[in-house]
């Protein structure tokens, strides 16, 4: 039986008012899709309220486009999924293998208040399946709990985009959160790489990604976990 992943994404255009566009990071999404679809897995999109999934411009541009995104770009059927993800509220445990909370700055506004996406997260590592999330994208586990009802991150070793990296993309004034300083008050071992290099954490079940350098080797990780 092929593998059933869930990859979870923002629906989110805008920081905030600010009037500066986001979405998802197309290679964050790229990578793992052609990686995952090619080992056989069977993957559906969702996002917090099933509204489309915008992608950030800034990802469709050089120097941040690279092959795997332009290898997304061109399945038409693939786009056409992100205008038709599944609701959050609509997913169940029993019907996945595995999750994937993919990055996007846009994930700092509705990740962190998905209820829905919280209860996934528990119930799928309590189930004994594999969670994955990279970049802003692991903001989403900051509405799970564990089974003691205290954060789901406290005492876990993970990474997420970092404070230096937020500041260097000049966004640390636009956003909601820093996820780094809010994974740590929730009491997450939290580890990095200097700014745009990769680094993958895997504590168990978990497996987290600093930023877009980070897809392949998050990718294979969570490979590895759902066979």
Not at 20 to 46: H, Q, S
Not at 62 to 76: C, E, N, R, T
């Amino acid at each position: 039986m092929p593998k059933r992943l869930l990859f979870v994404m923002t629906s989110r255009a805008e920081l905030g008012e600010s009037g500066v566009p986001t979405g998802v990071w197309l290679e964050e999404l790229a990578m793992p899709y052609r990686l995952c679809a090619e080992a056989g897995c069977e993957i559906g999109f969702a996002t917090p309220e099933g509204r489309p999934a915008p992608l950030d411009p800034q990802s469709l541009v050089a120097p941040s486009l690279w092959p795997a995104g332009q290898w997304f770009l061109d399945q038409p059927g693939l786009s056409r999924m992100l205008e038709t993800p599944v609701d959050m509220r609509t997913v169940e445990a029993e019907s996945l293998d595995g999750l994937y909370l993919v990055g996007g700055t846009g994930t700092l506004w509705d990740f962190p208040r998905c209820h829905a996406l919280g209860a996934l997260v528990s119930d799928l590592h309590a189930s004994g399946k594999p969670v994955a999330a990279i970049c802003h994208g692991v903001a989403g586990l900051l509405a799970a709990h564990a089974p003691d009802g205290g954060p789901f991150v406290r005492g876990k070793r993970l990474t997420a985009f970092s404070n230096a990296e937020e500041i260097e993309a000049g966004c640390d004034a636009l956003v909601p959160i820093l996820v780094e300083t809010a994974l740590v008050e929730q009491g997450a071992f939290y580890r990095s790489s200097p700014p745009f290099q990769p680094m993958v954490v895997v504590d168990g079940l978990l497996v987290t990604g600093q930023n877009p350098a980070s897809a392949p080797e998050l990718s294979e990780k969570l490979l590895q976990l759902l066979r």
